[in-house]
């Protein structure tokens, strides 16, 4: 088995031998072509494959070998340093491009260490190929022979790490920012890179490198950058790396795992399942949270001893006021308890304070902090540069990803209702009547900016009520004559049923009548619908109350009457096994469709009107 090994490895040296004397031949080769004769040869990876098409196209003769035949090592080190002169790629350019480790690990050995700091017409050393690849074996070959060249920028100023995070190789970024000399990284002596590397080291979510920039240099936090803006305004635009925003989708089952997300790996082991159950994403997930509170939290350490213009200039107040618009409640709320005098910065374009914005976006955990504040009246007071107060704000309709996020234009016009009506009740009763620039109270703005939203829910809502009235009026029909077609006949005398005491024969009465009183209910609500005035308190009550009531009787109706159905099936056949197994299956599907297509609207509508509502009475907080 030794010798097995030694021959093994024996083999793989001389692989790598060939790869490494194909390379450099395929090098000498391409330097000694022109552009033109360059670009015949450029996509072929072998010494001989080039050199036959070089034959082919110019009709030189073809020697018996490979030119190449290396007198020494210095010669070596002559060849594989060598620039192209279109290019002004070396060898290991190519080589670094391509991806080939081997090769690259190689020709590093046989590279004087200067040659390394070689940039080709883009710009790039070979480092900096090896980076857009995100090989960090490569990059370690070359900064262990040569650490100069991790300080080497390309084209774009920009270092081999602020590269690798743009890229996305977080490996790769995390090697070179640990070899990266600290005065390149420092904003003093280099602020384009500084900048570039903290944004994309949040952008990219590399938590360690974004943390310890922060920690290095604390002022970064404030910095504005032409291109890259400031680290708070990149923090507010990903609202994904928040708990507060990215969790809302997430339903029980979700919810639960979060919450117990380490308590759920320990106990689940198998690799498959956790990755099907998406636990090992959810774990991930509530780290990334915790880390960006942490890299927020460091940096709010500067902000509390800047002025108001200081907020303003460094971009603080724009980054709230998108926070606000994106829900981000951490970042509303660690902002602001760092610098209370945030709360009263507006938008310096529109006039808005923070939770007029908030009920612009609708967000409503935002705006439910207001309940926390001793200066709660003030604020609900200010008008904006059109002269709207926060109840004008409210009646203006915005589609935002909240109200796209709703079930129907008729729920969505009862989610505006509410917010009216919640706005309504933080504002003094003598805003309620105050006129804009426009001349319009919040009421008659209201009505202007939602008659489309209005009419699309009187229409869907007809439409439901139609489409749900037709099998009411049949279940109706089969029920009620259902009633008096008795299973089994009647006694002529009496005019009783003959299985009048038989069990499945009192199964069948109680289920019709049952069935008959639901869907005749079920029906007279979609009339109701039908024939309501549609005005617009209507649809925050009145329309999904009678919405819910119909879909609900409508469902027992058809329950009832699958239940009857059984039942007689059950007589006839005196409960035979399989009628009981079979009976039993085909029943359950028509149950089974109701249930997938209309159990989400009546849970929606339930869960909209009914529900707990989403404004919070939260305490104090400030």
């Not at 925003?245 to 320990?266: D, H, V």
């Not at 829900?327 to 939770?355: M, Q």
Request: proline share 4%; hydrophobic share 40%; aromatic share 8%.
């Amino acid at each position: 088995m030794e010798a097995n090994g030694e021959h093994s490895d024996g083999e793989q040296s001389v692989e790598a031998n060939d790869e490494v004397k194909n390379a450099t031949a395929l090098h000498a080769i391409r330097i000694s072509c022109g552009s033109d004769t360059f670009s015949v040869i450029k996509d072929i990876d072998s010494a001989i494959g080039a050199w036959k098409t070089l034959k082919e196209k110019y009709c030189s003769p073809l020697p018996k070998e490979v030119p190449y035949n290396p007198k020494s090592s210095q010669e070596d080190e002559e060849i594989v340093g060598t620039k192209h002169p279109g290019t002004q790629e070396t060898g290991l350019h190519v080589a670094a491009t391509a991806g080939n480790e081997n090769i690259v690990k190689e020709l590093v050995k046989l590279m004087p260490k200067e040659k390394l700091e070689i940039k080709g017409t883009d710009e790039l050393t070979a480092l900096g190929e090896a980076v857009l690849t995100g090989n960090t074996n490569m990059a370690i070959c070359m900064i262990e022979k040569n650490k100069k060249i991790v300080s080497i920028a390309g084209s774009d100023k920009l270092l081999p790490v602020v590269d690798a995070l743009s890229f996305g190789h977080k490996d790769m970024a995390d090697y070179l920012y640990s070899k990266t000399p600290e005065q390149n990284l420092s904003p003093e002596n280099d602020f384009n890179n500084a900048a570039a590397l903290l944004y994309w080291s949040i952008d990219a979510k590399d938590y360690d490198i974004a943390l310890d920039m922060l920690k290095r240099f604390p002022r970064l936090a404030i910095t504005v950058h032409e291109d890259y803006g400031s680290p708070f305004c990149t923090l507010a635009e990903n609202p994904a790396m928040f708990r507060s925003t990215s969790t809302r989708g997430f339903n029980f089952w979700q919810r639960w795992l979060y919450n117990n997300s380490q308590t759920s790996r320990k106990n689940i082991c198998c690799t498959g399942l956790r990755k099907w159950l998406r636990i090992e994403h959810i774990h991930e997930m509530k780290i990334g949270h915790a880390r960006t509170k942490e890299i927020l939290r460091q940096m709010c350490k500067v902000i509390k001893t800047l002025d108001d213009h200081e907020l303003e200039e460094y971009l603080v107040v724009d980054a709230l006021h998108k926070a606000a618009a994106n829900g981000i409640i951490e970042f509303f709320v660690t902002l602001i308890t760092a610098n209370p005098e945030l709360l009263w910065l507006i938008d310096k374009n529109t006039g808005k304070n923070l939770f007029m914005v908030a009920v612009e976006h609708r967000q409503p955990k935002i705006f439910s902090l207001i309940h926390g504040l001793k200066s709660k009246q003030a604020i609900a007071a200010w008008t904006d540069s059109s002269k709207n107060n926060m109840l004008h704000i409210a009646g203006l309709l915005k589609h935002s990803s909240q109200l796209s996020s709703i079930a129907g234009p008729a729920l969505q016009m009862q989610r505006e209702l509410q917010w009216f009506e919640e706005v309504k009740k933080v504002i003094s009763p003598s805003l309620k009547e105050v006129r804009n620039a426009d001349d319009k109270t919040p009421q008659e703005l209201f009505t202007k900016s939602h008659e489309d939203l209005k009419e699309k829910g009187e229409k869907w809502m007809k439409d439901t009520a139609q489409s749900c009235t037709v099998p009411a009026a049949l279940i109706v029909t089969i029920m009620f004559v259902a009633a008096f077609t008795v299973p089994g006949g009647l006694i002529q005398n009496t005019g009783r049923p003959l299985l009048l005491r038989d069990k499945f024969f009192r199964l069948f009465i109680i289920s019709d009548a049952v069935s008959l009183f639901s869907s005749a209910i079920s029906m007279i609500m979609f009339l109701g619908i039908l024939s309501s005035p549609y005005r617009e308190a209507d649809f925050l009550w009145s329309l999904p109350t009678k919405l819910m009531i119909g879909l609900f009787t409508l469902f027992l109706s058809i329950v009832a009457m699958m239940i009857c159905f059984s039942a007689v099936l059950l007589i006839l056949f005196d409960r035979e096994s399989w009628v009981i197994f079979s009976t039993i299956l085909s029943s359950t599907l028509p149950i089974t469709l109701y249930l997938i297509i209309q159990f989400g609207l009546l849970f929606e509508t339930f869960k909209s009107t009914y529900g707990s509502s989403i404004f919070e009475k939260r305490s104090r907080w400030l």
